[in-house]
């Protein structure tokens, strides 16, 4: 389908109220030419509120979602591949055999993501299997970022494959949609993938937007579309809506987002609490969140978890898995300059019970050994002995290492004293010539390295490829 | 049983023994408070088997009567219960019958309670603590013992001994130390009353916090008896038995630094004062970290830095500063928390890295020595 007659579903809908709508309208169809004449007319007033009035802060935020993208780089590195089914899976014998991503054509026959491999496979036997490989993802991934960022320093990467952009200054000049269909088009042409993007006033209409036609759909969505195309939504299609929110909501005879827009925000406050409020603002299309392109930089923990191969109940085996996950954390903790307070152990029996145990300590820790004392010491003292089949770590609460402190302790303290002539040093030539005149060796080799030592898909390492302006 | 109070002296006796009685206890009978009535008058007693409480009411006072005894006996009562009726009884006068299976009768004024007892036969019995082996300390000077030290055991489990004050007695001086492992608080004490024999005990400083609130502060002599597992403190009419914590309290003497390279003198108050407002700025995430400086002149700095919400610089006038120059960053707390202790008008801080533990002592007297580990900033 051509992306056109997106904008021409959720305009023409809008024909009556809005007078500028059928030259829009015209301009989706006949291409470029009437962009410039149109963009202050219409799109200015896609912000309007219920009452009329313009608010002063009216923005133009995209969101651009890469269309399968693991399966779409694969099909772009080997074209062969194009056209059929393929998919991206962990290793099935390790039992980490669910599907990661694939392609639409693979979707077609009834293939999706979380799906088991086994039974993809049942279902659909010509299915192609796919590795993943995730250095080829974060060439492609930094590749699109940098498309963006041509366009404005507003780019907030949310994961591998999408972020938001906040083109308002840019709108002034050129039509927002012709701004999409131009990096729609450049993403395409220049890396060979393919994307949504959604138009709208603020994240997360923008968000909905993207997802409502894919792939390489151009969608605007309005804050007074949303009566028409939001509410009729089960509240499970809202993102920010998991399966415990919808059951929760359907307990408090909520089914649809609209019956979350207009429902008592009394009610949703006593039984849904902050987030129930926030839910409620975005059912009815409010959301004042600012495209953060520092976000990224924020990371709040740093965790990882392995499904075993068998459910394991030796506690020497768990010992040394746990040891393991602590290396990988600590060397993840490491190449971001890291440290944090929490330790978290997460656990999955084999009757798929989680389990999740935190601590917080005094000092932050990121050595891989303290790491796991702490992890160990909480497994221990929680584990009775049943039968598991994941176990996780994570530190969070992390913040800049370089703005972190450690109360030292009578028991410690040597150590640290050692280190007191070069910190001595540092600090007069500091106080001479100027703050960070001076990094220790290890630590300048560290904030150079750009890999990361982590290989997941959902982790947000990728982010490392950004550097800080 | 059967006997007649004055309502107030009952109820001062009660908050006593009460703070040895905790809800959270694994001994049923332990909810209780047992009440054992003679000719001489009523002793109380509560327990959560780490700490116990004795009380004693004399049934005459200064020729004044208080207990008026008609029949002896014991019984055991339910502390929370019995506190609150006899606190919120009508009159000063308060009478308690015991009768068959028990049951107890408490009458004031128009008022009358009927409460159900429990068998004081199934009362733990106090420990048997032999008291030949003693020594005294005069309550006010116990309670600033313990206000100067307690303040700095560990509040976590990891290490249990150092959840409790370590008390030494040689060579005519008793030695308190508490540490948890950041900080460390040490009062030395002159003995009057020689003790025959040298001690090494941990007291678990919850015990410690309790007896500071049950003593008066006045002069009269504490016997203290330590035993292997118990001490008991003893005043006149209170018995106060605690457990004691086992395992070895480390060393701490050699972790005390005998040399220095910068010494600073200065106002405590002041000290104190600065810190409590540059910490206005510390974080608790952070280790309520704030920085000290002595770097030039006669003045000290004391500054603390959030990125997020902002910075203080403040300048302090010392008495005088010796040695290197000194940049050091340690905790708000801590700090506030040995300047209290030492309480004194001119504190001597005397520093030797910084990394590296540094003290504090009054100027005017060596018995108090608070240590304090810094923290170490990136």
């Excluded at chain 1, 392995?306 to 393991?324: G, K, Q, Y």
């Excluded at chain 2, 009562?77 to 919120?88: D, M, P, S």
Aim: net charge negative; hydrophobic share 40%; aromatic share 6%.
């Amino acid at each position: 389908m051509h992306p056109a007659t997106t904008g021409r579903s959720n305009l023409s809908k809008n024909k009556r109220e809005e007078p500028c709508a059928p030259l829009f309208f015209m301009y989706i169809r006949t291409g470029r030419m009437f962009s410039l004449f149109i963009e202050r007319s219409s799109y200015g007033k896609l912000e309007e509120n219920d009452d009329g009035a313009i608010p002063m802060a009216s923005r133009v935020i995209f969101h651009i979602d890469m269309n399968s993208f693991y399966a779409s780089v694969e099909q772009s590195h080997n074209p062969d591949l194009k056209g059929k089914a393929i998919a991206i899976a962990g290793n099935p014998q390790e039992r980490r055999g669910i599907i990661v991503t694939c392609s639409y054509e693979a979707r077609a026959h009834g293939i999706y993501t979380t799906m088991q491999v086994h039974e993809a496979k049942r279902k659909y036997p010509s299915l192609i299997l796919l590795p993943p490989n995730f250095d080829r993802y974060r060439i492609a991934s930094k590749a699109m970022f940098d498309i963006l960022r041509s366009y404005t320093g507003l780019v907030e990467p949310v994961s591998i494959d999408e972020g938001y952009l906040d083109v308002t200054d840019l709108a002034v000049e050129r039509h927002a949609v012709d701004i999409a269909r131009e990096i729609q088009t450049r993403i395409l042409s220049e890396l060979d993938l393919p994307c949504s993007i959604g138009i709208a006033p603020n994240k997360f209409l923008a968000k909905t937007a993207s997802d409502m036609k894919k792939p390489q759909g151009i969608t605007i969505l309005r804050k007074r579309d949303i009566g028409e195309k939001l509410w009729p939504l089960p509240v499970i299609e809202m993102h920010g809506v998991g399966e415990s929110t919808a059951s929760k909501l359907n307990g408090l005879a909520i089914k649809t987002i609209g019956d979350l827009a207009l429902a008592n925000p009394g009610l949703i406050k006593e039984k849904m609490g902050k987030n129930g409020v926030r839910l409620q603002a975005r059912a009815n299309g409010i959301d004042d969140r600012a495209v953060d392109p520092d976000s990224i930089y924020d990371t709040k923990s740093v965790g990882t978890s392995t499904t075993l191969p068998v459910d394991e109940t030796e506690e020497e085996n768990l010992r040394v898995i746990i040891l393991s996950l602590c290396e990988k954390v600590a060397n993840r903790l490491e190449a971001k300059e890291l440290a944090g307070p929490t330790v978290t152990i997460q656990t999955r029996s084999s009757d798929w019970q989680n389990r999740t145990r935190s601590i917080t300590l005094k000092n932050t820790v990121w050595k891989a050994e303290d790491i796991n004392r702490t992890a160990w010491q909480l497994f221990t003292k929680h584990w009775n002995g049943e039968a598991l089949r994941l176990v996780g770590v994570t530190v969070s609460n992390v913040a800049d290492k370089g703005e972190l402190t450690e109360q030292l302790s009578l028991f410690n303290f040597q150590e640290h004293a050692k280190e007191e002539p070069i910190l001595d040093l540092m600090s007069k030539l500091e106080s001479r010539f100027g703050k960070r005149v001076l990094v220790k060796g290890a630590k300048e080799a560290k904030l150079k390295r750009s890999t990361t030592g982590s290989e997941t898909s959902f982790s947000k390492d990728f982010l490392d490829d950004h550097e800080r302006k | 049983m059967k006997f007649e109070i004055m309502r107030e002296r009952l109820v001062e006796g009660l908050n006593d023994v009460m703070k040895a009685v905790s809800s959270k206890t694994t001994i049923p009978i332990l909810t209780g408070i047992k009440m054992d009535v003679s000719a001489e008058g009523m002793r109380l007693t509560g327990s959560d088997s780490d700490i116990t409480i004795q009380t004693f009411i004399p049934a005459e006072e200064d020729g004044k009567q208080i207990i008026r005894v008609i029949e002896g006996g014991s019984i055991v009562l339910q502390a929370k219960v019995f506190g609150e009726i006899i606190r919120k009884l009508p009159t000063n006068e308060v009478e308690i019958e015991i009768t068959g299976n028990f049951q107890t009768h408490i009458r004031s004024g128009k008022s009358e309670f009927h409460l159900i007892g429990l068998d004081a036969m199934d009362y733990p019995q106090l420990p048997d603590i032999q008291d030949d082996r003693l020594f005294t300390i005069p309550a006010d000077l116990l309670k600033t013992i313990i206000r100067e030290t307690v303040f700095a055991v560990s509040s976590s489990e990891t290490r249990p001994v150092l959840t409790g004050v370590h008390w030494e007695v040689k060579d005519g001086e008793l030695v308190c130390v508490a540490t948890d492992s950041h900080r460390l608080a040490r009062r030395k004490t002159k003995l009057e009353t020689l003790p025959e024999g040298e001690y090494s005990v941990v007291i678990p400083g919850k015990s410690l916090t309790e007896l500071n609130k049950i003593l008066d502060d006045n002069s009269e002599a504490v016997e203290i008896v330590m035993t292997n597992q118990q001490v008991l403190f003893k005043s006149k009419h209170i018995l106060f038995f605690s457990r004691l914590l086992e395992g070895n309290y480390p060393d701490t003497s050699r972790l005390i630094p005998s040399e220095h390279k910068t010494t600073v003198t200065v106002n405590g108050r002041s000290l104190l004062q600065a810190i409590d407002r540059a910490s206005l700025l510390a974080r608790e995430e952070r280790n309520n970290v704030v920085r000290f400086s002595a770097t030039s002149g006669s003045d000290v700095e004391v500054s603390s830095n959030s990125p997020e919400v902002g910075k203080v610089e403040e300048q302090l006038q010392a008495q005088s500063i010796e040695g290197e120059e000194l940049k050091i960053s340690f905790s708000a707390k801590f700090m506030m928390d040995a300047l209290k202790a030492i309480d004194g008008q001119d504190v001597v801080i005397q520093f030797t890295g910084a990394m590296r533990p540094f003290i504090l002592k009054s100027a005017l007297d060596d018995s108090i020595l608070q240590l304090i580990l810094p923290v170490r900033t990136y």
